[in-house]
């Protein structure tokens, strides 16, 4: 038997923090400017980040230095593209 965050009224209750998420998009979808259909889609939003990064497992696997500044340098350049795309053009 295990437990965590996902197993709270059954074997697996993810899906219940779903509930806030969908019904602020049913609330968006039927009234246009709803701040709380706005809030519960922020909520269950988190909600969902939350469950995803708490139920996350990373394992780092041995490489040589040269894949690892390899896989450095591409995440480096990828976040200045990003970062560049998003400056206002002159």
Same mark, same amino acid.
């Not at 295990?2 to 899906?15: C, I, Q």
């Not at 806030?20 to 968006?28: Q, T």
């Not at 039927?30 to 990064?53: E, K, N, P, Q, Y």
């Given at each position: 038997?295990?437990?965590?965050?996902?197993?709270?009224?059954?074997?697996?209750?993810?899906?219940?923090?779903?509930?806030?998420?969908?019904?602020?998009?049913?609330?968006?979808?039927?009234?246009?400017?709803?701040?709380?259909?706005?809030?519960?889609?922020?909520?269950?939003?988190?909600?969902?980040?939350?469950?995803?990064? @708490?139920?996350?497992?990373?394992?780092?696997?041995?490489?040589?230095?040269?894949?690892?500044?390899?896989?450095?340098? @591409?995440?480096?350049?990828?976040? *200045?593209?990003?970062?560049?795309?998003?400056?206002?053009? *002159?």
């Amino acid at each position: 038997m295990s437990s965590g965050w996902g197993r709270f009224w059954g074997y697996n209750t993810f899906g219940l923090a779903l509930l806030p998420l969908l019904l602020g998009i049913g609330l968006l979808f039927f009234g246009g400017r709803a701040a709380l259909a706005w809030t519960l889609i922020a909520v269950g939003s988190a909600i969902v980040a939350g469950g995803v990064l @708490m139920n996350l497992a990373i394992y780092f696997r041995p490489t040589s230095l040269f894949d690892t500044l390899v896989m450095f340098g @591409m995440l480096a350049a990828g976040i *200045g593209l990003m970062a560049r795309s998003l400056q206002p053009r *002159g």
